[in-house]
C-alpha cells in the first residue's frame, strides 16, 4: 500500500509561481510511475503531468497542452518524493491537485488516465487570482 500526502498549494496572483510536492510511503517508490492531476469546481479531474518509469533511473515525462512549456513534474526517489513546479499560473490553473501512483510498471509510455493509476492523494488547493 502506498500512501500520498500532497501539499504546497495555496493563493498566488496571476504569473506567479509554485512548487507542490508529494510525499509518498514505502519501499518501491522509484518503480513507480507518478502523476499529477486536477479538479476544476464542477469540472472532471484531468492529467496534468505524469512521469513513467522505464527501469533503472530512466523516466520518461509527459505534459497536458494547457500546462506544457509551464509546469515541470520532477522526482526525488531519495525523498520519496514528487514535484510539480508551476510557473506562469492562470486563473485557470485554479483547481484541486491530486498526486497519483501506478504500479503499471516498467513503460516509456506515460499514463494519462485516471484509471492506470492505483493510489491517489487528498489533495491540495490551487487558487490563482487574476
Known amino acids: 500500500q502506498v500512501q500520498l500526502v500532497e501539499s504546497g498549494g495555496g493563493l498566488v496572483q496571476a504569473g506567479g509561481s509554485l512548487r507542490l510536492s508529494c510525499a509518498a510511503s514505502g519501499p518501491t517508490f522509484s518503480s513507480y510511475a507518478m502523476g499529477w492531476f486536477r479538479q476544476a469546481p464542477g469540472k472532471e479531474r484531468e492529467f496534468v503531468a505524469g512521469m513513467s518509469w522505464s527501469g533503472g533511473i530512466t523516466y520518461y515525462a509527459a505534459y497536458a497542452a494547457p500546462v506544457k512549456g509551464r509546469f515541470t513534474i520532477s522526482r526525488d526517489n531519495a525523498k520519496n518524493t514528487v514535484y510539480l513546479q508551476m510557473k506562469s499560473l492562470k486563473p485557470e490553473d485554479t483547481a484541486v491537485y491530486y498526486c497519483?501512483?501506478?504500479?503499471?510498471?516498467?513503460?516509456?509510455?506515460?499514463?494519462?488516465?485516471?484509471?492506470?493509476?492505483?493510489?491517489w492523494g487528498q489533495g491540495t488547493q490551487v487558487t490563482v487570482s487574476a
Open positions: 497519483a501512483a501506478s504500479r503499471r510498471g516498467s513503460s516509456r509510455d506515460v499514463a494519462t488516465t485516471l484509471d492506470e493509476y492505483n493510489y
